[in-house]
């Protein structure tokens, strides 16, 4: 790219181009909000479109393939922080996706919700794990599948122990 004598070019640190390069943010996050992108989207999102339209130099490092590179990973927590600013961080988390199953209950069919991963902090704000299960995690309950929260204490513990079974054998399978 050649340098043009009007050309203003800034040297800003990726950790606080959130700060440097705001007005880009701006613009990337209404067109965002005009496609509908969800929040969570949009950090990474806007790094992508920063480094390809903003973005003159990287000294020391190249523009290539850039979203395997470190410096990108910075700006994209830069960017990230940002929004969170503006937004809120809740609404930085993606919704948690689940698999949809039926069972029987009393005769009745009854929707089944049954997470794909469950979420462990080991050391707040620093390790977290994604687990997958392959049947019903130590940390759910039996109520937890179910979204219209049926009355599950007001069955026979031979109800009971039918329906787990049941919700058991529907989320191996799904899990699988």
């Given at each position: ?29 209404r ?22 339209i ?64 469950v ?58």
């Amino acid at each position: 790219m050649s340098k043009n004598e009007k050309d203003v070019l800034v040297s800003v640190d990726v950790r606080n181009v959130a700060q440097a390069g705001e007005e880009w943010l701006k613009i990337f996050d209404r067109s965002f909000a005009e496609q509908g992108m969800p929040f969570y989207q949009r950090p990474l999102r806007s790094a992508i479109q920063f480094v390809r339209i903003a973005l003159v130099d990287v000294p020391g490092y190249s523009k290539e393939g850039f979203a395997k590179q470190d410096w990108f990973m910075s700006l994209v927590a830069s960017i990230a922080e940002w929004y969170k600013a503006l937004y809120g961080a809740e609404t930085m988390r993606p919704p948690p996706s689940f698999f949809r199953g039926l069972i029987l209950l009393m005769g009745t069919p009854i929707e089944l919700s049954i997470r794909e991963t469950v979420n462990r902090v080991e050391v707040e704000g620093e390790t977290a794990w994604m687990i997958y299960p392959s049947s019903i995690h130590e940390s759910e309950e039996i109520s937890s599948f179910f979204p219209s929260r049926p009355n599950i204490q007001s069955l026979s513990k031979n109800q009971q122990f039918k329906l787990e079974k049941s919700v058991a054998d529907v989320v191996k399978k799904l899990a699988k």
